[in-house]
């Protein structure tokens, strides 16, 4: 990361700046003080309209709290902070992150580098990545400690996709309009093989960059995309233990709504971590990538791969298509070869 410059941003930085730049709309309570609905991504209550509270004049460019129950709990107990814990917050993200943001947002100038000060991750949401390496030497991924409030399981762009409502809510897929990096996004739930929540994924429903964006610190090499259901689907049972690896989120949905069981990687290539994964849980692989360059040669690396594991094949899908666009016939006709 870039050299932060703490000092000029807490200086520069007003929490006023930081609500502006949300485009946070708050009622004025007096000269320095505003309140309004909590604007915070792991707020919950929906009756709590005037929990949120801002100072413009305390400490360090001012100062907020949230007096909800449920939002003060789901951050650990801590009600509020300044500036720099706002941005954190809403970003998901640690300290220095959210100062390096700022950093950019605002264009604070940079004095000559010195060693950046030690900060500890905000307590009220711990860093995504532990210190434990793991075999891929990324980490490992933290269970979130909140969820996403008001997700719309029935939005049009869904529907859009094929994706029904009732398969949106089983797989805690839907429209978050929240504050926060999944703002104006369709959000899918991403859970460890444990069925433990991990990450949120945020797809642009528009042509918004990135297409798809995932929350800073989150290691998608070392996760399945669905690997939870399908163990859970599958039993103690040791034969014929079948699965479908497809690259993305919608692919996955639309295998699943054909009829099998699937997991995504995230992208087109493989990491050791999911390597490992799949040859612990599964003893037959239908690599089902898309029809391109890319999806070509990622079919090519997991055949050989998994190949010494398992049984596996790898059926070729029609040039630049992908699963999510080929009919319940086109799949099974694939997929049974």
């Given at each position: 990361?870039?050299?932060?410059d703490f000092k000029h941003v807490k200086e520069a930085v007003s929490l006023e700046m930081v609500l502006n730049h949300y485009g946070i709309a708050l009622r004025k309570v007096n000269a320095k003080s505003l309140r309004g609905k909590c604007p915070l991504p792991m707020h919950g209550s929906e009756s709590s309209n005037t929990s949120f509270t801002a100072t413009l004049s305390k400490g360090l460019g001012g100062a907020w709290a949230c007096q909800s129950k449920s939002c003060v709990a789901a951050r650990n107990g801590k009600k509020g902070g300044n500036a720099l814990d706002f941005v954190a917050t809403m970003e998901q993200c640690d300290l220095q992150t959210a100062a390096?943001?700022?950093?950019?947002?605002?264009?604070?100038?940079?004095?000559?580098?010195?060693?950046?000060?030690?900060?500890?991750?905000?307590?009220?949401?711990?860093?995504?990545?532990?210190?434990?390496?793991?075999?891929?030497?990324?980490?490992?991924?933290?269970?979130?400690?909140?969820?996403?409030?008001?997700?719309?399981p029935a939005h049009t762009y869904l529907e859009s996709r094929g994706v029904t409502e009732?398969?949106?809510?089983?797989?805690?897929?839907g429209y978050f309009?929240?504050?926060?990096?999944?703002?104006?996004r369709i959000v899918f739930d991403i859970r460890n093989e444990k069925g433990e929540l991990?990450?949120?994924?945020?797809?642009a429903i528009d042509d918004s960059e990135p297409r798809y964006k995932f929350p800073p610190g989150f290691h998608k090499s070392l996760e399945l995309y669905n690997l939870h259901r399908v163990i859970?689907?599958?039993?103690?049972?040791?034969?014929r233990r079948r699965v479908v690896i497809v690259e993305g989120f919608f692919a996955c949905l639309r295998v699943v709504a054909a009829g099998f069981p699937c997991i995504a990687?995230?992208?087109?290539?493989m990491s050791k971590a999911q390597e490992n994964l799949i040859i612990r849980h599964f003893n037959v692989a239908c690599i089902l990538l898309d029809?391109?360059?890319?999806?070509?040669?990622?079919?090519?690396?997991?055949?050989?791969?998994?190949?010494?594991?398992?049984?596996?094949?790898?059926?070729?899908?029609p040039e630049d298509k992908q699963p999510d666009s080929l009919s319940d016939d086109e799949l099974c006709a694939l997929i049974k070869k």
């Amino acid at each position: 990361m870039a050299y932060v410059d703490f000092k000029h941003v807490k200086e520069a930085v007003s929490l006023e700046m930081v609500l502006n730049h949300y485009g946070i709309a708050l009622r004025k309570v007096n000269a320095k003080s505003l309140r309004g609905k909590c604007p915070l991504p792991m707020h919950g209550s929906e009756s709590s309209n005037t929990s949120f509270t801002a100072t413009l004049s305390k400490g360090l460019g001012g100062a907020w709290a949230c007096q909800s129950k449920s939002c003060v709990a789901a951050r650990n107990g801590k009600k509020g902070g300044n500036a720099l814990d706002f941005v954190a917050t809403m970003e998901q993200c640690d300290l220095q992150t959210a100062a390096a943001k700022m950093q950019t947002w605002f264009s604070v100038a940079i004095d000559a580098p010195v060693k950046a000060p030690q900060v500890d991750p905000i307590p009220d949401k711990p860093d995504l990545v532990s210190k434990e390496n793991s075999e891929s030497g990324a980490g490992k991924n933290v269970p979130m400690k909140f969820t996403l409030k008001g997700i719309d399981p029935a939005h049009t762009y869904l529907e859009s996709r094929g994706v029904t409502e009732e398969m949106a809510r089983k797989f805690g897929i839907g429209y978050f309009s929240g504050r926060g990096t999944m703002k104006d996004r369709i959000v899918f739930d991403i859970r460890n093989e444990k069925g433990e929540l991990v990450a949120y994924a945020g797809r642009a429903i528009d042509d918004s960059e990135p297409r798809y964006k995932f929350p800073p610190g989150f290691h998608k090499s070392l996760e399945l995309y669905n690997l939870h259901r399908v163990i859970a689907e599958l039993g103690e049972s040791t034969k014929r233990r079948r699965v479908v690896i497809v690259e993305g989120f919608f692919a996955c949905l639309r295998v699943v709504a054909a009829g099998f069981p699937c997991i995504a990687l995230m992208g087109s290539s493989m990491s050791k971590a999911q390597e490992n994964l799949i040859i612990r849980h599964f003893n037959v692989a239908c690599i089902l990538l898309d029809g391109n360059d890319a999806g070509r040669q990622g079919s090519v690396d997991c055949l050989a791969r998994l190949g010494r594991h398992m049984f596996v094949y790898a059926p070729e899908l029609p040039e630049d298509k992908q699963p999510d666009s080929l009919s319940d016939d086109e799949l099974c006709a694939l997929i049974k070869k």
